[in-house]
């Protein structure tokens, strides 16, 4: 059974910078992609950022140029460095593992709270 866990979240300013880890467990880490998505209030949870077997990375548009995935397979974790934050960004940010090396979540996290303010 695999169990993800985020951290990291917080309160920021507007343009200030947070970065979140996810800690997997189980032995399937090394050969799954890995993602982020979001949920703001009254919204649906949204895709973030993935990362491929290889480093492969894609992003949705809002935040390109911005965030930045990243995992180390020694550690399990995959991580997402937050910059140039803003309120638009507030939401609960939710860690998954895929389906093997695709861009589909197999396990999701419990999300951790990023909240900016202006």
């Given at each position: 059974?695999?169990?993800?866990?985020?951290?990291?979240?917080?309160l920021a300013q507007a343009g200030g910078s947070l970065r979140l880890s996810c800690a997997a467990s189980g032995n399937t880490f090394r050969v799954s992609a890995m993602g982020w998505?979001?949920?703001?209030?009254?919204?649906?949870?949204?895709?973030?950022?993935?990362?491929?077997?290889?480093?492969?990375?894609?992003?949705?548009?809002?935040v390109k140029g911005r965030?930045?995935?990243?995992?180390?397979?020694?550690?399990?974790t995959v991580y997402l460095q937050m910059n140039s934050l803003n309120p638009e960004d507030t939401a609960?940010?939710?860690?998954?593992?895929?389906?093997?090396?695709?861009a589909y979540p197999l396990y999701?996290?419990?999300?951790?709270?990023?909240?900016?303010?202006?």
């Open positions: 059974q695999v169990q993800l866990v985020e951290s990291g979240g917080g998505y979001r949920q703001a209030p009254g919204k649906q949870r949204e895709f973030v950022a993935h990362i491929m077997l290889g480093g492969t990375t894609n992003y949705a548009d809002s965030f930045t995935i990243s995992r180390d397979n020694a550690k399990n609960v940010y939710y860690c998954s593992q895929n389906d093997g090396n695709t999701w996290g419990q999300g951790t709270q990023v909240t900016v303010s202006s």
